[in-house]
């Protein structure tokens, strides 16, 4: 009798556990949604900090049911190929410079446009706001899906040739630019010499000569030792570059709306993290470049004749980016 009862316990208990463990199988399991990514600059960069900070916020805040798998150094691959990977379901994240999506998306051409923000302040309110909200709308298309913004920051010019305290001083430097039209023709409105290329391929250009100069933000030329190849520097602050936070429509259509709620809060941490450390670092990363490099600091006066002579590309590209979409923007800017 006691021997049955115990047969029947046993029974019971297992039939118990098999159930348990079956229900679980059900549910949500660790690691189940996994978010790829690449990045051009190192695991030194702001941008790969910004990462992992979005990675470790993600994974508890989901208890590690949505996981990030971190690349850096355009080992996944440059931003086009990482753009590309977001349409065929082969990489679910982007947040590189926003700028070659260009090639799906005539909206994003805004941000190219010289001298537009002026602050932080500018930057912020327009990248928030609607304007923000519908360049990254506009990639929706071509299976792209627009969370947020993060900070890559105002552009600065690098070269290996003379200090640039003027435009006359840009004529004839050979510069690599994003591959990205705007830029390239505003650079050539300097009298440079543009040429477009991946951000992978910048570093040897500069150091064999290929090209004598590059921009990019202050933190970039010191996170990847741009300073090693390049002997002077001006605070042109032509462009600000934001990163543009992209998934996969393929991925994103996969994720239950609980989950794409705790990615959404994740990025805007991130973002957050990001922009908060970007600013309060600034002037100490421009100390520590100006022991290896010739910086020329220009006042917005000087940087003036520069904003003229590249002017007429607005007038260039309106039609193409969008005449309404531009003017909101500079209305917005102007009525900030
Ligand atoms: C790196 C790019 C980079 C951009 C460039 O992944 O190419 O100069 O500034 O941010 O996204």
């Not at 850096?72 to 977001?86: K, Q, R, W, Y």
């Not at 640039?164 to 705007?182: F, H, I, Q, Y």
Request: glycine content about 8%.
């Amino acid at each position: 009798m006691k021997r049955t009862l115990m047969i029947v316990a046993i029974a019971i208990f297992s039939v118990a556990l098999v159930f348990a463990a079956g229900e679980q199988e059900t549910g949500p399991k660790k690691g189940q949604y996994v978010i790829k990514t690449g990045i051009g600059y190192n695991d030194q960069s702001l941008q790969y900090k910004t990462l992992e900070f979005m990675k470790a916020h993600l994974e508890e805040a989901t208890d590690g049911v949505v996981t990030m798998e971190l690349y850096h150094s355009s080992t996944l691959g440059d931003d086009l190929a990482i753009l590309e990977g977001l349409q065929l379901g082969t990489v679910e994240m982007f947040c590189g410079t926003i700028g070659p999506a260009a090639q799906w998306s005539n909206a994003v051409k805004l941000f190219d446009l010289p001298f537009l923000f002026t602050s932080y302040e500018e930057v912020d309110a327009l990248l928030d706001g609607p304007v923000g909200q519908e360049v990254l709308d506009s990639l929706k298309p071509a299976g792209m899906v627009g969370i947020g913004y993060w900070e890559n920051g105002f552009r600065q010019l690098t070269n290996s040739k003379r200090p640039v305290e003027s435009p006359e001083d840009m004529v004839g430097l050979k510069l690599r630019t994003m591959p990205t039209p705007v830029p390239l023709a505003f650079f050539k409105m300097l009298g440079a010499n543009p040429t477009p290329m991946n951000f992978g391929e910048v570093f040897t250009a500069l150091q064999q000569g290929v090209v004598d100069g590059q921009e990019n933000p202050w933190e970039t030329i010191l996170a990847n030792k741009f300073y090693e190849v390049q002997k002077y520097a001006t605070n042109t602050g032509h462009v600000y570059s934001p990163f543009g936070v992209l998934f996969s429509q393929k991925f994103w259509d996969k994720l239950p709306a609980e989950y794409q709620e705790e990615v959404r809060e994740a990025v805007f941490a991130a973002r957050d993290f990001n922009r908060t450390s970007a600013r309060e670092a600034e002037q100490a990363i421009l100390a520590e470049l100006g022991k290896y490099m010739e910086i020329t600091i220009l006042t917005p006066e000087e940087i003036k004749p520069f904003q003229e002579m590249t002017r007429p590309v607005y007038d260039q590209f309106a039609e193409e980016i969008g005449p309404e979409l531009v003017q909101k923007a500079v209305d917005f800017l102007a009525n900030l």
